[in-house]
């Protein structure tokens, strides 16, 4: 049952418009949900080669210490009994495509983070944002018979603060009056922005909450976090001027990996390629977006730089042409040093028109 909330946000409705919406362990859900054989069972994607990195892993195996972008043979020492399934971006794909036409079918105020992920705008609805948080779910749990987590807030970040909040099939409300108070207890990573390498750099000079972090000043904050640092100074405030944004103009996407332990064997490093593909491809995909150019970088353990560039004559989405591409690149590079770091980016992108649907209608 999605939990109904009492009269006591009513008031604030006009305020709470921005609503961020998670999909729960979106891969592992949908292998679970297309073979119930496989429920209560920890459930790891991403392949079963041991060279493989691990897609996402469902709670079950989260528990057990897996998480994304783990190596397979890792995941499968800490949780031996798991089931590891290969990717099915296909079929990713099409439930995606399901959840996002249920999310336009609200407004065209949506912004895609992802293909499990988005930020909606509902201020122009005249319906309670609890009652429309609570519609999507039951709609996506109809039409998919998936769970989603989500947040409501005044603002951006505390909306996506509060979808992580009671995962899996969570709905979490922050009101402008809990603020401060509500972020103090929270580690410095909950604060978006502030990513795994900043939040141990905070933790070497004591800075552990975000508590810790309200003590700082703002000069403070500009000289350790750079550009960013009135951005972070102001969130931790309750501040975030950030618009739901359903036209930005992306210059390039992509990701990339530092490895804990460095490599020069090109297997290892296509296995990474693949994900990053599957990666991109989503992403791309969620966002409307086609490339056209796909670049390389890697970097060895003497911190020199490579970067290799193909720029087709089409535009490209699907993973097949990404990784394709993507090991061409990696093939025309002579390995004499181990490898540090690697990743992957598409750019030269193109917006394609969305489809948009009416669920009250």
């Known amino acids: 049952m999605i939990p109904i909330y009492t009269s006591k946000y009513l008031g604030q409705a006009e305020k709470l418009h921005i609503i961020h919406v998670d999909m729960d362990a979106f891969y592992a859900s949908v ?4 073979n119930p054989k ?22 079950i195996a989260r528990k ?7 190596p397979i043979f890792m995941a499968k020492q800490k949780c031996p009994r798991a089931c590891f399934l290969p990717v099915r971006m296909e079929r990713y794909k099409e439930v995606s495509r399901q959840v996002f036409h249920i999310l336009y079918g609200i407004t065209d105020l949506v912004e895609p983070l992802s293909i499990d992920e988005a930020y909606l705008d509902v201020s122009n609805i005249e319906i309670n ?51 401060p108070s509500i972020l103090l207890p929270l580690p410095v990573k909950s604060v978006y ?49 950030r618009e739901v944004n359903t036209t930005r103009e992306r210059k390039s996407l992509g990701t990339e990996r530092t490895f804990s332990k460095y490599t020069k064997d090109k297997e290892i490093l296509k296995d990474y390629l693949h994900r990053f593909a599957l990666e991109i491809e989503a992403s791309l995909q969620s966002k409307n977006l086609q490339a056209k150019t796909i670049t390389l970088k890697i970097k060895d353990i003497q911190f020199r730089t490579q970067t290799k560039s193909k720029t087709l004559n089409n535009y490209i989405s699907s993973y097949n042409d990404i990784f394709e591409l993507a090991v061409n690149l990696l093939d025309e590079i002579r390995l004499t040093q181990d490898i540090r770091l690697i990743g992957l980016t598409a750019s030269n992108l193109i917006t394609l028109k969305l489809e948009q649907l009416s669920l009250f209608d």
């Open 31 to 34: 292998e679970e949900h297309d």
């Open 38 to 59: 496989l429920k209560g069972l920890p459930i790891i994607v991403g392949g079963l080669s041991n060279h493989g990195i691990v897609t996402t892993a469902n709670y």
């Open 64 to 70: 057990y210490g897996v998480h994304s972008a783990m």
């Open 129 to 179: 944002p609890i009652e429309i948080a609570q519609k999507i779910k039951e709609e996506v749990m109809k039409k998919t018979g998936l769970t989603m987590s989500i947040g409501i807030s005044y603002n951006k970040f505390l909306a996506k603060l509060a979808s992580d909040w009671n995962k899996p099939n969570g709905l979490k409300i922050i009101t402008e009056d809990m603020v």
């Open 193 to 241: 922005g502030i990513g795994k390498k900043t939040s141990k750099r905070l933790n070497n000079i004591g800075i552990y909450t975000v508590e810790d972090l309200m003590r700082l000043s703002e000069e403070f904050m500009v000289e350790f976090f750079g550009k960013s640092g009135i951005e972070i100074y102001n969130r931790i405030r309750g501040i975030d001027s």
